[in-house]
């Protein structure tokens, strides 16, 4: 579970304050045949190369905004269904937690409030049973956590994220799209998100 649900902290720095959501410009395919998945992400969308997932976009305007997918090791991993996770719930469960290893911060005064929006199941139009995953994390941090006085530390939201996974197995392995976006960003284009979220498919690799 590890292997599939590691992942890597985008901007780190809270861009959702100044982001601005795009009008829906359409979707391109991502097919990849060696992996075996398939999604659809927004056309505007660029293509990060180096960032550590098996495929990674982001969105040029908002820079807080990306979808990236990973896989877990042939080698180490034998998933026979998404169930092995568990009920939807408790893979919501393991999501979140990772989430939250992943962000951990060494900065003195960094607090993360999160919570499990929704978790749910679905057989797609390729009879393939996929869970979905809803969480929200906000980061806190306060101005000058070395200050000695309580009222001299100032408590502000760094950033504010709605994270949404799909999870599906195929050829022995998990499969996670991952979809980050800031929350105000998130009310504008949530459509066209679920729109990606509901077009992930994992498919058969022949040999």
Known sequence: MALILSSYIFSEVGFNNIAFAQQSVGFREYIDQFDGY?????????????????IFFRDPFVLDENLSVELSSPSSSKYKSVEDLGPPEEAGKKVLKQYLTEFMSTRLGVMRDSNIISTSSRVADDGKLYYQVEVNIKSYANNN???????????????????LS???????????????????????????????????????VTV
Request: charged residues 30%; aromatic residues 10%; without cysteine.
């Open 166 to 204: 799909v999870l599906g197995v195929e050829n022995n392995r998990l499969y996670e799209l991952r979809l980050q976006t800031p929350e105000n960003v998130f009310v504008e284009e949530e459509n066209d998100l679920r729109q990606v979220m509901d077009s992930f498919r994992v498919n058969k």
């Open 145 to 163: 956590e070395l200050a000695v006085m309580p009222q001299e530390r100032v408590v502000r939201l760094e950033w504010n994220r709605r994270y």
């Open 38 to 54: 398939s999604l659809k992400y927004p056309q505007n969308w660029i293509q990060v190369r180096g960032a550590g997932a098996d």
